[in-house]
């Protein structure tokens, strides 16, 4: 009598061709350890790439009586998968690396005010920040204020304008640089840290 459903966690050495036996008609790779896709002969095809998460199901009334994986990375690879002779479904979600969805923590920095030269920047006057999700900058002197990179240039409208009195929000974590036009001014900034 033939398996409706198998489950398998094996591991593959480098180089290494693994054979399993088993009739089934559909399977699906769950997980594997390896930076690059295992390789598949489905009942002695050509091998070929099975990427994490994909299924192969057989046309109907076939099947399959033996899958052969190999391995062509220079360490071991363990890979997990299910044969069947139905279709699988995996509702897992899985994830891989950090992913942030809801910051529960945000802290909001008001460091001191900027002096604004009329001249090129050669250095930030807000530095980058990568905990930064938003920065609010308000010209309170008595100048235009443009902020940019570091070729910001009022004359040339390079750069976001700040009028007096003005203010921006930026959404960025990169350096941000300010020059007046008309005569030195002054800006306040805060920052809105996750």
């Known amino acids: 009598m033939k398996n409706f459903y198998s489950f398998f966690n094996i591991t ?4 290494e061709i693994y054979r399993i036996n088993n009739y089934s008609h559909y399977i699906t790779l769950l997980s594997s350890t390896g930076a690059q896709n295992v390789m ?9 790439e099975l990427p994490f998460g994909l299924s192969v199901e057989l046309p109907q009334d076939e099947n399959f009586t033996y899958l052969e994986f190999k391995n062509n990375e220079l360490l071991a690879v363990t890979i997990t998968f299910s044969l069947s ?14 992913v ?3 910051p529960s923590a945000n802290t909001f920095v008001t460091p001191a005010a900027l002096a604004v030269a009329i001249g090129a920047p ?26 940019g990179d570091i070729n910001v240039d009022g004359a040339n409208n390079r ?21 007046s036009t008309g005569g ?5 900034y805060a920052e809105l840290e996750r």
């Open 85 to 98: 002779s139905g279709a699988v479904s995996d509702n897992r979600n899985v994830v891989n690396g950090t």
């Open 100 to 102: 942030v969805v809801n």
């Open 159 to 179: 750069g976001v304008l700040i009028p007096i009195g003005g203010t921006v929000i930026l959404s960025t974590e990169a350096e941000i640089y300010l020059r």
């Open 40 to 48: 598949i002969s489905i009942g002695g095809q050509a091998m070929q």
């Open 184 to 188: 030195a001014s002054t800006a306040s």
């Open 12 to 15: 593959i050495q480098a180089g």
């Open 122 to 147: 050669v250095a930030p006057a807000i530095v980058a920040n990568p905990g930064r999700r938003e920065v609010i900058i308000q010209n309170n002197g008595a100048n235009p204020v443009w902020a």
